[in-house]
């Protein structure tokens, strides 16, 4: 089995040149400069537009007239005025109106951006009230967690310490009071202490001696 011979490709079809023609400047719109100029004014105070200055074919049977802008802050902007007509038929239309800058118009300057534009003084200042800021704020929040801090009271002991510092606060509230008094101490009898049997400590004491002396006795 013999192999197919393999395909060629076909070569690109050379590319065919489309030579674009000027438009050509159409007699009867390039005579209205009058239909033009009414247009304008339209939009414009008539001190402010001036001579004409050129028409231009940007279609077929369609022309731009351009007029003098006599507008403060615009040197060198010119009116305009695009007018056309169908074929076969010699009526004007005015179909836009407006100002254009021309080659010798006074244009805002290109936009540089901030980083480019600005001066090194300039950024050494914009440096300086940052890092002054920065301090100012680290200053606040130093004596705010200070004066936090100094509000805050001290932690109870966990040692039973806590009835000591009770017996301090009773002892503040009255002077008179013994030291080492606490709340749960027995209170003193008024005419003398009673042996557990009820007896006087004299008759308790007695009766003792005389249990022990049968004793020493025998």
């Given at each position: 089995m013999t192999n197919p011979e393999p395909e060629t490709a076909a070569a690109p079809a050379p590319r065919r040149r489309v030579y674009q023609r000027a438009p050509k400047l159409d007699?009867?719109?390039a005579e209205a400069i009058e239909r033009?100029?009414?247009g304008v004014l339209e939009i414009a105070p008539a001190d402010q537009v001036g001579r004409h200055v050129s028409a231009v074919a940007e279609g077929e049977r369609l022309v731009v007239h351009r007029f003098e802008a006599r507008v403060p802050g615009y040197g060198g902007w010119q009116w305009f005025a695009s007018v056309a007509r169908v074929p076969r038929s010699k009526h004007?239309?005015?179909c836009e109106v407006g100002l254009l800058p021309s080659g010798q118009s006074l244009l805002a300057p290109d936009w540089v951006p901030w980083s480019e534009r600005v001066r090194p003084e300039e950024a050494?200042?914009?440096?300086e009230a940052e890092a002054a800021e920065a301090s100012t704020d680290a200053e606040a929040s130093t004596e705010a967690s200070t004066e936090g801090s100094a509000g805050i009271p001290a932690p109870m002991a966990q040692d039973g310490s806590d009835e000591t510092s009770?017996?301090?606060v009773v002892s503040e509230e009255d002077?008179?009071?013994p030291e080492g008094r606490s709340g749960d101490s027995?209170?003193?009898p008024e005419h003398g202490s009673e042996s557990a049997?009820?007896?006087p400590d004299g008759e308790a004491g007695a009766a003792g001696s005389a249990d022990e002396a049968p004793e020493a006795n025998g």
């Open positions: 007699a009867v719109l033009a100029r009414q004007v239309t005015v050494a200042e914009a440096r009770d017996a301090a002077p008179e009071a027995a209170e003193m049997a009820g007896q």
